[in-house]
T-cell receptor, first 114, second 114 residues
């Protein structure tokens, strides 16, 4: 069945270091991928997205890498800050061309140590 | 610009009862999606509405239903509540007029079934 998974449930990094959060997806037909950040007591917040016709996309302090060959997605956060502490979810669309139904991974908790 | 508003934020029900949750999307957004979030299953897609029509549906029993009004506001209903329905129910809105666009999530309605 369709599933999106993350390699590590918890990632602990030192403030100022770079963070890399990984995600494996199983549906090779997915053509849209998103990263969300969820802080305690809040709804998920969009970070960055990427379409399958791209390998890399950069935002402010964040970069998403997509490797379609091994169905792997990663989120890189530069100069990690305490405010980056949250649960990070990757998601795929599952249905090509349709972004209305997202399949989420289980999430990785990022802990930033001061 | 106001974000996605969900009401009520918290509610407690008993088994067998029914519940209605409300969602007001960001002004101008025509698509509303609903997700269920639990510690065990993570974020799971329930359904998506666009211009008052259900466009996508997840794998939930018929006890879960929804609708969208002409002003894009949406409601979801769960009938004959079960203990396992205890969850955070998240609503998200987007433009979704071209199968693109990020989802903006509300802070959710936390339902506890006793």
């Amino acid at each position: 069945g369709e599933s999106v998974g993350l390699h590590l449930p918890t990632l602990s990094v030192q403030e100022g270091d770079n963070s890399i959060i990984n995600c494996a997806y199983s549906n090779s037909a997915s053509d849209y991928f998103i990263w969300y950040k969820q802080e305690s007591g809040k709804g998920p917040q969009f970070i960055i997205d990427i379409r399958s016709n791209m390998d890399k996309r950069q935002g402010q302090r964040v970069t998403v890498l997509l490797n379609k060959t091994v169905k792997h997605l990663s989120l890189q956060i530069a100069a990690t800050q305490p405010g980056d502490s949250a649960v990070y979810f990757c998601a795929e669309n599952g249905i090509p061309g349709n972004t209305g139904k997202l399949i989420f991974g289980q999430g990785t908790t990022l802990q930033v140590k001061p | 610009k106001a974000g996605v508003t969900q009401t009520p934020r918290y509610l407690i029900k008993t088994r067998g009862q029914q519940v209605t949750l409300s969602c007001s999307p960001i002004s101008g957004h025509r698509s509303v999606s609903w997700y269920q979030q639990t510690p065990g299953q993570g974020l799971q897609f329930l359904f998506e509405y666009f211009s008052e029509t259900q466009r996508n549906k997840g794998n939930f029993p018929g006890r879960f239903s929804g609708r969208q009004f002409s002003n894009s506001r949406s409601e979801m209903n769960v009938s004959t509540l079960e203990l396992g329905d205890s969850a955070l129910y998240l609503c998200a809105s987007s433009w979704r007029d071209t199968n693109t666009g990020e989802l903006f999530f509300g802070e959710g309605s936390r339902l506890t079934v006793l």
